[in-house]
């Protein structure tokens, strides 16, 4: 089992930035891909960037060369830095972790953050 609890999310500006961060407790040794999906409202959840144990990235076109995913092993916690926001990244952002094990996999999702961005 792995509990996930974002934080940082808010209101900002148009260009503006924000840090989120996701503290991973529980099994998060066993962790193979950690990253961010959001939900627009009306629109289906998607992946927004995502990192493997390997330290492998992927993200989304929508955000390439503007948000960052990094992670922090020693504190168990995984950011997602967002700069030159724009309003239709307005969204609750969760985080996701994944675990690819022999009986399965185990998906686990955090509560959600806000973040919503103005023109």
Do not use: H
Request: glycine share 14%; with cysteine; charged share 15%.
């Amino acid at each position: 089992q792995v509990q996930l609890v974002e934080s940082g999310g808010g209101l900002v500006q148009a260009g503006g930035s924000l840090r989120l961060s996701c503290a991973a407790s529980g099994s998060t040794v066993s962790i193979n891909v950690i990253g961010w999906y959001r939900q627009a409202p009306g629109k289906q959840r998607e992946l927004v960037a995502a990192i493997t144990s390997g330290g492998s990235t992927n993200y989304a076109d929508s955000v390439k060369g503007r948000f960052t995913i990094s992670r922090d092993n020693a504190k168990n916690t995984v950011y997602l830095q967002m700069n030159s926001l724009k309003p239709e990244d307005t969204a609750v952002f969760y985080c996701n972790a994944k675990i690819f094990a022999g009986w399965g996999t185990g998906d686990y999702w955090g509560q959600g953050t806000q973040v919503t961005v103005s023109s």
